[in-house]
């Protein structure tokens, strides 16, 4: 079975400052891969980065970046740059099981922005 | 770009009433999924389809069926709605097999079960 586990339920930042949230994750499966989302207030989760168990670079797109450590299975997400309209719910999840094809989820963890 | 419908932002409803959580993808996507969101627990996933008229169950299946008659459209069905029911309720959907695909979600269904 897969799980995921996000150990910071809040986080706060400073205006234009990075952040980085932590990701564990635990699975058997050879391939898996690894996603985060953010969710604000408003309650749509929205895609923000991949990371392939396989892909030997660490995935970037934009302000985001995901720092994935095999070895210590961690996917933490760095967001450079805060802005305010970062504040949201973030979410890390996993894919991999060949019979579930849905999503593993971690409990979330919510930032706070400060100006 | 994908989208993902789902039929009520808001929902109030009775202990005891059957309610029904529809959702619509545009993207021919093969795979469905409804997930349950409380706070602390992230996304806990009920039930998923592959193909229509083809169901699995998630994690959290007892309380709750689906019905997937066309492609585009998930229901979520509550037989008997109960108080523990009320959360948040996401769609999404996905296209294929591959690990690689992110899933797309709806806007949600925030259902409170009086």
């Known amino acids: 079975a897969q799980k995921i586990t996000q150990t910071q339920p809040g986080m706060f930042v400073q205006e234009k400052e990075a952040v980085t949230l932590d990701c564990t994750y635990d699975?058997?499966?050879?391939?898996?891969?690894l996603f985060w989302y953010k969710q604000p207030s408003s309650g749509e989760m929205i895609f923000l980065i991949y990371?392939?168990?396989?892909?030997?670079q660490n995935a970037t797109e934009g302000r985001y970046s995901l720092n994935f450590q095999k070895a210590r299975k961690s996917a933490n997400l760095v967001i450079s740059a805060s802005q305010l309209g970062d504040s949201a719910m973030y979410f890390c999840?996993?894919?991999?099981?060949?019979?579930?094809?849905?999503?593993?989820f971690g409990s979330g963890t919510r930032l706070q922005v400060q100006p | 770009d994908v989208k993902v419908t789902q039929s009520s932002r808001y929902l109030v409803k009775r202990t005891g009433e059957k309610v029904f959580l529809e959702c619509v993808q545009d993207?021919?996507?093969?795979?469905m999924f409804w997930y349950r969101q409380d706070p602390g627990l992230g996304l806990r996933l009920i039930y998923f389809?592959?193909?229509?008229?083809?169901?699995e169950k998630g994690d959290i299946p007892e309380g709750y069926s689906v019905s997937r008659e066309k492609k585009e459209r998930f229901s979520l069905i509550l037989e008997s709605a109960s108080t523990n029911q009320t959360s948040m309720y996401l769609c999404?959907?996905?296209?294929?097999?591959?690990?690689?695909?992110?899933?797309?979600f709806g806007d949600g269904t925030r259902l409170s079960i009086l």
């Open positions: 999404a959907s996905t296209a294929g097999t591959a690990s690689n695909q992110p899933q797309h």
């Open positions: 699975t058997s499966d050879p391939s898996y891969g």
């Open positions: 990371q392939g168990s396989y892909d030997q």
């Open positions: 999840a996993m894919s991999g099981d060949p019979g579930r094809r849905a999503l593993t």
């Open positions: 993207m021919d996507h093969e795979n």
């Open positions: 389809s592959y193909d229509v008229k083809m169901k």
